[in-house]
């Protein structure tokens, strides 16, 4: 697992489309437990990486967190044997959580939308100069807050989303079905959450993330006086 350069497909990839793979799919290659086993597997591949990235760059990874969620939910749902509803519910949960965790740091000194100034992607001097010489600095905070509200909507919009296609995809199963084929079929539903959900929910999120940077930099722009070109820093 290479983590010299952080590449969030690549942190995706590792951290949750490969462990839900392995929950779906190597069960039944893993015996009469294999449901466990897959369980545990799938649930060490981001919680190794989480540890290995922490011991790397000193702080957590908020990634590898979501993906350790996400399966354990995901496992521990249909190891329990539940019904679809606690899956649309664990599907809302987790957007919804950052969401309101977002919403959150809006109202503290450190919005979420303002990570994105620092000195590896944007020209921050140059951002404080120009904001200090307009004595726009007050109002420049308030625009990064108004943004990190906006910011959350899409979490919250992402849970509802999640919730209704979650409801659609995971039926009831016939209880009196053999428990290979109920755990086959339950098995089928989860893969077809997770490939639907990323069409249906990630379409949707990158227009929303879109016009969330055009207001962003609008700001930027209305209380500094520069432009997008002015302030991202070049690739070297």
């Known amino acids: 697992m290479e983590m010299n350069d952080k590449n969030p497909i690549n942190e995706l990839i590792i951290n949750i489309i490969i462990p839900i793979l392995v929950l779906n799919k190597a069960g039944k290659y893993l015996g009469d437990n294999g449901q466990t086993y897959a369980l545990i ?18 702080k957590p990874n908020f990634i590898s967190i ?6 354990l939910l995901t496992g521990g749902i249909a190891l329990l044997q539940l019904e679809g509803f606690w899956f649309a519910v664990k599907e809302a949960a987790i957007p919804a959580l950052i ?23 944007m020209k921050v ?38 919730y209704l296609l979650a409801m659609r995809i995971f039926q009831p199963i016939d209880k009196s079905l053999p428990e290979i084929t109920r755990t086959q079929i339950l098995n089928e539903q989860i893969a077809d959450m997770t490939w639907q959900g990323y069409i249906v929910i990630m379409l949707p999120s990158l227009f929303i993330m ?8 609008k700001g930027i722009k209305q209380y500094t006086g520069l432009s997008m070109n002015d302030v991202i820093k070049e690739k070297k």
């Not at 597997?41 to 000193?58: E, G, N, S, T």
């Open 99 to 121: 969401g309101v965790i977002v919403f959150i740091s809006a109202f503290t000194s450190k919005p979420l939308m303002k990570l994105l100034f620092n000195d590896s992607i």
């Open 66 to 71: 979501l993906g350790f969620v996400s399966i």
């Open 41 to 58: 597997l799938a649930l060490l591949i981001p919680a190794i990486y989480m540890v290995l990235d922490f011991i790397k760059f000193k």
């Open 210 to 217: 879109a016009a969330l940077m055009w207001y962003l930099f």
């Open 125 to 162: 001097d140059l951002i404080d100069e120009k904001l200090q010489e307009q004595n726009n600095q007050p109002q420049f905070n308030e625009h990064i807050k108004k943004s990190t509200i906006f910011f959350s909507f899409s979490f919250f919009f992402s849970a509802v989303l999640n």
